[in-house]
């Protein structure tokens, strides 16, 4: 039987996004995301959405994991149901799954894509634990973990047969690969400024979802992160993914993401 539910379609860098607005009870929340992923097949991941107070918005995703790209998509649709107009700016504070601290989005109103609201937003992250995990680097938030893997080592269908077995082992509540190429320097006048491309692939036990996303905003954080610690260079780092660009700035162990969110349906 097919329900019925209400969900804003988010497009933050490729890695689409469906934030669901009908409550749900223990017994719908599997269907509806079952049935969320029947509806938009492009979907790569699903939340619910409950707002809080004009500037506080809660975020539960489907696994009860962290998601930075969620994160900024729900501070975006709660900015604009608050009336934010293009050219304007607010802060957004989202109570997300996977932490347990409220997380501050600078979020502000761009031009509209193909008539579409469309947004720029700018969170402060959690500072992860950085490590490392079978000769590779590993990237730990309390609500998701990343492994670096260049590019070269392991083929997808390796990692897809990996990361299953590796998320058991860490006991972690979901677990990317970041397939990662060499860092490059940037032709800018920023030398401290570098790109990395990356293609992430993530398992959600909690969904039993594993998807080759389009872009991952923890991974790329957590990609800008290890280069903070291990690269002379500077804290700035452009993230190119298959979904678009992604910039992570780290600041005295802080980690801050920047990227675009256009709201598809609200």
Not at 44 to 62: A, C, K, N, T
Not at 77 to 92: D, S, Y
Not at 96 to 106: M, N, W
Not at 170 to 198: K, R, T
Request: contains cysteine.
């Amino acid at each position: 039987m097919c329900m019925k539910f209400d969900y804003v379609l988010a497009d933050p860098t490729g890695n689409i996004t469906v934030l669901v607005k009908t409550p749900y009870t223990d017994d719908t929340r599997s269907d509806i995301i079952r049935e969320s992923f029947e509806k938009e097949p492009a979907c790569e991941q699903v939340g619910f959405i409950v707002p809080v107070s004009d500037r506080i918005i809660r975020l539960e995703m489907m696994g009860y994991e962290f998601c930075g790209h969620a994160t900024l998509s729900a501070a975006a649709w709660h900015a604009l149901m608050h009336g934010l107009k293009i050219g304007q700016e607010t802060v957004v504070s989202v109570d997300s799954s996977g932490v347990t601290d409220l997380l501050d989005a600078i979020v502000r109103r761009i031009p509209d894509r193909s008539g579409m609201p469309s947004f720029e937003g700018t969170v402060k992250m959690p500072v992860p634990e950085v490590s490392s995990f079978r000769g590779y680097p590993l990237v730990q938030f309390s609500g998701i973990s990343h492994l670096i893997v260049p590019a070269g080592d392991i083929s997808s269908e390796e990692a897809e047969q990996m990361i299953k077995r590796y998320t058991n082992e860490l006991a972690v509540p979901a677990l990317g690969m970041m397939l990662c190429s060499e860092f490059n320097e940037l032709v800018s006048e920023d030398p401290s400024s570098e790109s990395v491309s990356i293609r992430p692939l993530v398992y959600v036990p909690g969904s039993d979802t594993l998807i080759w996303e389009h872009g991952c905003a923890t991974g790329s954080t957590a990609v800008g992160c290890y280069r903070s610690q291990t690269s002379a260079a500077g804290s700035h780092t452009v993230i190119k993914q298959p979904g678009g660009i992604i910039h992570v700035d780290v600041t005295d162990g802080q980690p801050y993401l920047t990227a675009t969110v256009t709201l598809l349906s609200v």
